[in-house]
């Protein structure tokens, strides 16, 4: 035999058979019975040891959770309101985040594909209030080659999304199939609302509000978010099987909980009180639209999500021509999900993990300015070497999206434009403006040592906007 620790010397009039393990197979020593057990064998003796076949009739589909409530609930009351919608604002959208994200999501089923890195000031140096997930940098295999290629060996990927209670790992039972089993963890608008409404076999949701009264101020972030655990610990402890984390609720009177911040305190609450593996948690957000949000929240423990301002918004640019007027709801959704699909498949491939349960709670995030206290009550084992923000300047930055959208209505008939991509005159800061570029041209085409001075103090200048050690002094 042979590995990477070395070759066993065995003598050639003694050898039976000469092969290789070969992907995907496997080989059972028996050292009892004295014998090899070799790849079909030995899947035939698992097969057969339990009535796998009968157990897979018993999972529980989406199309059950449809019949369970009737067709009723597939035709919901959405009334697009467009661009004009001031949910946009209070949840950070911005005119670059619907064109150039959304849009070519829902066109070309595939996340929209950007070049020549991010120059765009860390989210903890911003000044246009950056939503949670902008604090976090996704962890991957430092080599030279991505682990799996998520399109050539698609064969070995899947996003299997299981949801509901978990039995114990170490006990096979058919109880392992009496989840809902989603192809992808995306759910349509239609889905959750059959969801929240159903008691197929049993099985109840409870609905918990990730927003507060604004008279509370900025002080009532971290007790709405106790107040979302403690919910969520009796919900689970009542027998409830389901748990959505919603923020519907946010409103000119409400002031809305990131579902970021609300799913991990729930998700850690539940893991240190053992209630966790009995329910699953469902986010219903209007925060995440882009592929980057959506896994952030899968690592920080969400079974499931609906980002149902995107789909609402898209079906209003589509009443608008925006998007073809053709596509029906269904489409929308599917294109939707293809996009995110595809993107967390890319993103996975870059830890070599190829299913998504393994990714799913994982939290293979580095926290880039966030301080102690967040990370110990909503990100706990995230490393966060600076610290940073704490929950004072997060409420307080929710507190500015809320009044810019409330308090001035007339300001909000037209969303924001701070340039995260692109550079604009008066938004957020990039190493590489228009006066650093215009001075090296000039420098180089007419050898001006003034010129390069300008580009030089113009382009640290930037640096130190955009950039820890430019922040820090050593830019």
């Known amino acids: 035999m042979a590995s990477e620790v070395g070759v066993y010397d065995v003598d050639p009039e003694k050898v039976i058979l000469k092969s290789r393990l070969k992907p995907g197979r496997m080989l059972l020593v028996d050292t009892k019975e004295q014998k090899m057990i070799q790849d079909v064998e030995l899947k035939m003796e698992i097969a057969r040891s339990r009535p796998h076949s009968q157990w897979l009739k018993e999972q529980i589909t989406m199309e059950d959770i449809h019949k369970s409530v009737g067709h009723t609930s597939a035709t919901l ?30 066109q070309n089923k595939k996340e929209a594909l950007g070049s020549m890195g991010n120059d765009a000031p860390l989210a903890c140096l911003s000044q246009f209030q950056p939503l949670p997930y902008e604090y976090f940098k996704q962890l991957f295999a430092q080599v030279t080659n991505p682990p799996i290629d998520p399109f050539r060996e698609k064969i070995v990927m899947s996003l299997l999304c299981p949801i509901g209670p978990a039995p114990n790992i170490l006990e096979p039972s058919a109880s392992f199939v009496h989840r809902l089993f989603l192809p992808q963890p995306i759910l349509s608008l239609p889905d959750l609302a059959a969801l929240k409404r159903s008691t197929h076999r049993g099985w109840k949701t409870k609905v918990l509000d990730c927003s507060y009264d604004y008279k509370e101020g900025p002080g009532g972030l971290e007790k709405a978010l106790t107040r979302l655990a403690h919910e969520a610990h009796e919900a689970a402890v009542g027998g409830y099987q389901l748990i959505v984390v ?7 009177q409400r002031v809305p909980v990131s579902a970021l911040l609300a799913l991990g305190d729930v998700h850690h609450h539940l893991i240190e009180t053992r209630q966790r593996m009995k329910v699953g948690l469902i986010v219903e957000t209007a925060e ?23 789909f609402e918004l898209a079906f209003s640019l589509r009443n608008d021509n925006i998007l073809d007027p053709n596509l029906s709801d269904d489409d929308i959704y599917r294109a939707y999900q293809k996009a995110i699909e595809t993107g967390i498949a890319k993103v996975m491939a870059k830890m070599g993990i190829s299913t998504l349960q393994s990714y799913k709670s994982a939290q293979i995030f580095e926290a880039v300015g ?51 991509y692109h550079w604009r005159a008066g938004g957020e800061r990039h190493v590489n403006d228009p006066l650093s570029i215009a001075s090296l041209q000039e420098a180089v085409l007419s050898n001006s040592a003034s010129a ?5 103090e113009s382009s640290l200048e930037s640096i130190r906007a955009c950039t820890l050690r430019g922040a820090a002094g050593t830019g």
């Open 452 to 456: 390069y001075d300008k580009y030089r």
């Open 77 to 106: 009351s959405i009334t697009p309101s467009g661009l004009g919608d001031p949910r946009l604002a209070l949840f950070g959208y911005t005119i670059e985040s619907v064109h150039m994200l959304l849009v070519p999501m829902i």
């Open 288 to 310: 995440a639209r882009e592929v980057h949000h959506i896994c952030v929240l899968i690592g920080y423990g969400a079974d499931a999500i609906c980002p149902y301002l995107a």
């Open 246 to 252: 919603s923020d519907r609720g946010a409103g000119p």
């Open 370 to 420: 966030l301080s102690e206290e967040v990370i110990d009550k909503c990100f706990k084992g995230t490393q966060s070497r600076i610290g940073g923000v704490n929950f004072e300047i997060l409420s307080t930055e929710i507190f500015d999206r809320h009044a810019l959208t409330y308090n001035n209505p007339t300001d909000t008939l037209v969303l924001r434009n701070p340039g995260n």
